[in-house]
């Protein structure tokens, strides 16, 4: 099975765009005013964290959190939490650090309830993006909210089931195409274009492709996944286990030598992650 190797000379990830997502910021100086009275030096008492507030439906539920989620509200989405969530996220800041580790919601359109009693199923939408810290974001994926009865109404389980939706594999091939002409063609910037790393991974592996002014001409051949593995070590120690079900090779045919293009779902297309002998 095609996949990535591992010995790289330094480390070749270079991302293109990262964010760098910050689970906690340093902490903010507070201006010190004159006054007459005594100044605390203790500590301030913590935030009160926002009670539980069941709404009357799992859909008024998940509706209230994703909107709360939209605009950061973590303290509002913290309250439509079950027991069972309040025991597994011990309060707010400890919500807060979990969905920062997510990708954040930009919209969402509940699409009805799910298979189980109290479940529902909804449309999530992300900024799609390959980051280094977060991983892969969609643009869209399908979330299963599970509700439960407490408190006079519906409170929410924490962890949706979650189901990416990727941009067909029908369209790595092409881009994968796309991307080793624009090197045969010496266009770096075409090559950059297709690219959601650069350099991609693995091109030192490769001889540099020496590809740049060659007259054959090139194929793609099937499309497969990349296979677990030491060969594929590299990509899974910087975006984790997830990068084995969205990572597609495609070998490049007609070329001085074999080599395949590994690509990454990154919004409604495919761009080049990486490189394999």
Do not use: N
């Not at 580790?101 to 919209?107: D, F, S």
């Amino acid at each position: 099975m095609i996949g990535l190797g591992t010995t790289l000379r330094g480390s070749v990830y270079v991302v293109g765009a990262a964010a760098m997502i910050a689970c906690g910021g340093p902490h903010r100086a507070v201006a010190r005013h004159a006054s007459s009275s005594p100044v605390s030096t203790g500590p301030a008492p913590p935030a009160a964290a926002a009670p539980p507030a069941p709404a009357a439906s799992p859909r008024a539920a998940v509706q209230s959190l994703l909107d709360a989620e939209m605009r950061l509200d973590h303290q509002h989405s913290y309250a439509l939490l079950s027991a069972g969530g309040r025991a597994q996220y011990r309060d707010v800041a400890d919500w807060t650090r979990r969905r920062t580790e997510l990708p954040a919601v930009t919209q969402f359109r509940i699409e009805g309830d799910g298979a189980k009693p109290g479940s529902v199923v909804v449309l999530v939408q992300h900024r799609p993006s390959l980051d280094p810290f977060i991983g892969l974001s969609p643009a869209r994926e399908r979330q299963t909210w599970t509700g439960r009865r407490e408190g006079g109404g519906w409170l929410l389980e924490p962890e949706p089931a979650l189901q990416a939706i990727w941009p067909s594999d029908s369209l790595a091939a092409p881009a994968a195409l796309k991307w080793a002409r624009a090197v045969q063609a010496c266009d770096q910037t075409a090559a950059r274009g297709v690219q959601a790393v650069d350099p991609p991974l693995g091109l030192e592996q490769v001889g540099q492709l020496a590809l740049c002014g060659t007259p054959s001409s090139l194929g793609a051949g099937p499309t497969g996944s990349v296979a677990a593995g030491p060969a594929s070590a590299a990509l899974v120690a910087q975006y984790t286990t997830d990068a084995l079900a969205w990572a597609r090779a495609i070998p490049i045919t007609g070329g001085p030598k074999p080599f395949s293009v590994v690509l990454a779902p990154v919004g409604d297309g495919w761009q080049v992650v990486g490189l394999a002998p």
